[in-house]
């Protein structure tokens, strides 16, 4: 039964800092790319950034510099440190796999608020 449970959203002032949390199960994580996606109210979902099984990350243009996403292979987690938050920033969060078997991101989470104001 796969598993991706996001934590860690909540409501916090423009310049501040929120630590969203990944706790995956049910799949091969240490084969998957991980990635946190966000989709704010009218808009489509986008990726904010991912992390592959080496290690190596991508992020968005808009979020460069302000968040760092990170992975724990031993605790099936994945984590996305946001910091010098805006109010653009405000959506809602989905922890997603990127798993070798499908080629494409096949599962995910039911997702955390992140408000900004």
Not at 6 to 16: A, D, I, M, R
Not at 26 to 38: A, H, P, V
Not at 41 to 70: H, L, N
Not at 91 to 105: D, E, R
């Amino acid at each position: 039964h796969v598993q991706l449970v996001e934590s860690g959203g909540g409501s916090v002032q423009t310049g501040g800092s929120l630590r969203l949390s990944c706790a995956a199960s049910g799949f091969d994580y240490s084969k998957s790319c991980m990635g946190w996606f966000r989709q704010a109210p009218g808009k489509e979902r986008e990726v904010v950034a991912a992390i592959d099984v080496d290690g190596s990350k991508t992020y968005a243009d808009s979020v460069k510099g302000r968040f760092t996403i990170s992975r724990d292979n031993a605790k099936n987690t994945v984590t996305l440190q946001m910091n010098s938050l805006k109010s653009e920033d405000t959506a809602l969060y989905f922890c997603a796999a990127l798993t070798p078997t499908y080629g494409h991101y096949r599962y995910w989470g039911q997702g955390t608020q992140v408000t900004v104001s």
